[in-house]
């Protein structure tokens, strides 16, 4: 039988593991992020009209530069942005590759502060983009007088600053975000998809847009807008940033039909992102319950909260599972990611972890 080391592929790519969570069918899923919120059947019924029209068309290429949802994006933005300031692909994760294609590639880097989003380093990677690991503090927060020492060290051609971070759910202050940007040498991508559930009094990057055509900020519609099957990420930044980005793009690269379900999404953004009160909520009251069971939790502005520490993690996974609720065992040893769902599952996780830390500790 033929196996992937028999091939001829590249040599950077050797050894590599596909990245990619758990995929399992069980009662109570907190384990990527996801809205747990279905659409609501007003979406539904005008996603399935807005379908049926592109089909009409499906003869032909779609809308190679998404204009009229990029509009959309923008006006949903705010911040006087406009179409030309804002780009989408299938997912942010395109978006990021897209970014790293331009801004990096063979002989140029990347910087991020760890623990952070692990694709980043993957799809440096993917792109032949050096990786520099730079680090966060005790708190899972980022030192800026450490973070400018490194810059000036490294020189990365493009630095990732996640926040809200994942898997940690840190939101960086924008002082940090700003002593960072004036001391990159290149381009700073804030990575911001789970802007929406930030706490308030945490501010937007997109503030600093104006004057700084070096930052990029990046969201997307699959975590508040509970649109991760359309697979729809997208990009604020200086319209030349975007003259840049369609020198890699694929032609078409947006099909008909996720550019109409985007569409339809952001006409519904109301009832979509009604939800994000109440997974707030729901959030803060997780910390509180797991700090109340003498468990360490970071502070959260996302959807998720990272708690432990366990000595065997992987056996509370696990045990958890056991129990039909199936988390995220990533960041920091010793530490695990609970995604927060509807009350009924965030429940279900609560019976669940208090049967299992009886047993545990
Ligand atoms: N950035 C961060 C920080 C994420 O956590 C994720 C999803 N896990 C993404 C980007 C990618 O999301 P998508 O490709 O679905 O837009």
């Known amino acids: 039988m033929t196996t992937i080391d028999d091939l001829p592929i590249r040599d950077d790519l050797r050894g590599a593991k596909p990245y990619g969570a758990p995929q399992l069918d069980v009662p109570v899923q907190l384990n990527t992020n996801e809205n747990p919120y279905p659409p609501p059947p007003g979406l539904i019924d005008d996603l399935a009209e807005a379908v049926r029209k592109a089909a009409a068309r499906l003869n032909r290429y779609p809308d190679r530069d998404a204009v009229e949802l990029r509009k959309d994006l923008a006006d949903y933005l705010g911040h006087g942005l406009t179409a030309r300031q804002v780009w989408a692909a299938n997912g942010s994760n395109e978006i990021i590759q897209q970014v790293l294609q331009v801004f990096g590639g063979p002989g140029r880097s990347a910087m ?84 929406e559930f930030a706490r308030e009094g945490t501010p937007s990057a997109l503030t600093l847009l104006p004057g700084n055509p070096r930052l990029i900020v990046t969201r997307t519609m699959s975590k508040a807008f509970a649109m991760a099957g359309t697979r729809l990420g997208y990009l604020a930044a200086d319209p030349a940033v975007i003259d840049a980005l369609l020198l890699v793009r694929l032609p078409y690269h947006l099909s008909s039909l996720t550019q109409a379900a985007a569409r339809v999404a952001l006409a519904h953004r109301d009832e979509l992102l009604g939800t994000v009160n109440a997974l707030r909520a729901e959030r803060d009251a997780t910390v509180a319950w797991l700090r109340e069971r003498g468990l360490q939790v970071a502070d959260s502005d996302a959807n998720f909260v990272l708690f432990g520490k366990f000595q065997d993690r992987h056996a509370v996974w696990e045990a958890l599972l056991e129990r039909g609720v199936l988390i995220r065992e990533t960041g920091p040893d010793g530490w695990l990611r609970v995604t927060i769902g509807t009350a009924e599952e965030m429940a279900a996780f609560r019976a669940a972890l208090e049967a299992v830390l009886e047993g545990v500790l």
Request: cysteine-free.
């Open 112 to 195: 991020g502060f760890e623990p952070s989003y692990s694709m980043h380093p993957i799809i440096a990677r993917v792109t032949g983009t050096r990786w520099i690991k730079g680090s966060r503090e005790e708190d899972f927060g980022i030192d800026p007088d450490a973070a400018v020492k490194a810059i000036e060290e490294h020189r990365p051609d493009v630095v990732f600053l996640t926040s809200p971070n994942n898997p940690t759910g840190t939101a960086l202050p924008l002082e940090v975000v700003e002593r960072i940007l004036q001391a990159a040498p290149g381009m700073v991508v804030v990575d911001e998809a789970y802007a």
